[in-house]
T-cell receptor, first 113, second 113 residues
Framework: NAGVTQTPKFRILKIGQSMTLQCTQD?????MYWYRQDPGMGLKLIYY???????DKGEVPNGYNVSRSTTEDFPLRLELAAPSQTSVYFC????????????FGPGTRLTVT | AQSVTQLDSQVPVFEEAPVELRCNYS??????LFWYVQYPNQGLQLLLK??????LVKGINGFEAEFNKSQTSFHLRKPSVHISDTAEYFC???????????FGTGTRLQVTL
């Protein structure tokens, strides 16, 4: 099992550019999450999904979009990158309602200049 | 809504000394509590969790935590730290049947010789 994988590891974007952060899990988990981590702020939830075809907003969804067409994949889309989106992005997955622990990917470090 | 407070943003400690990292939560419903560790430039890894049962839970790497419902706390302890314990530690809570983890802002544990 590779667990939760994220690509790319690093990316530099110019203001106004778009990109997709990829997230894949091979544990057949129903729940998937996207977080951003900023220094001293902990992790903030951007979007989450409770299963294929179902997504919902978290605390900080503005400027982002997601889709969940398969159980395995949960890509995060940035449409018009802004400096405020400079952050480290983590994807996570969780099996279901019995076990609440989440498994995290290694992260994507994004800089918008 | 639930929330988590980690009052100490940094905790310096000498190697082989004991350490306690504090976590307080607020919620009007039953909670599940977690401690995650983040080593530099890595994703988050589960240290331990409290779902039910014994209030003293043991985790990986010699860490343990005690759930105290009356004080709404879930402090993390280790009797003797090692240099390799230097990392950021996050407390997190899931309340009731919520799908989402709420994280504290993290405590940076710095172990020195």
């Amino acid at each position: 099992n590779a667990g939760v994988t994220q690509t790319p590891k690093f990316r530099i974007l110019k203001i106004g550019q778009s990109m997709t952060l990829q997230c894949t899990q091979d544990m057949n988990h129903n729940y998937m999450y996207w977080y951003r981590q900023d220094p001293g702020m902990g992790l903030k939830l951007i979007y989450y999904s409770v299963g294929a075809g179902i997504t919902d907003k978290g605390e900080v969804p503005n400027g982002y979009n997601v889709s969940r067409s398969t159980t395995e994949d949960f890509p995060l889309r940035l449409e018009l990158a802004a400096p405020s989106q400079t952050s480290v992005y983590f994807c996570a997955s969780r099996a279901g309602t019995v076990t609440y622990e989440q498994y995290f990917g290694p992260g994507t470090r994004l800089t918008v200049t | 809504a639930q929330s988590v407070t980690q009052l100490d943003s940094q905790v310096p400690v000498f190697e082989e000394a004991p350490v306690e990292l504090r976590c307080n939560y607020s919620s009007s419903v039953s909670v599940y509590l977690f401690w995650y560790v983040q080593y530099p430039n890595q994703g988050l890894q589960l240290l331990l969790k409290y779902l039910s049962g014994s209030t003293l839970v043991k985790g990986i790497n010699g860490f343990e935590a005690e759930f105290n419902k009356s004080q709404t706390s879930f402090h993390l302890r280790k009797p003797s730290v090692h240099i390799s314990d230097t990392a950021e530690y996050f407390c997190a809570v899931v309340a009731g049947t919520a799908s989402k983890l709420t994280f504290g802002t993290g405590t940076r544990l710095q172990v020195t010789l």
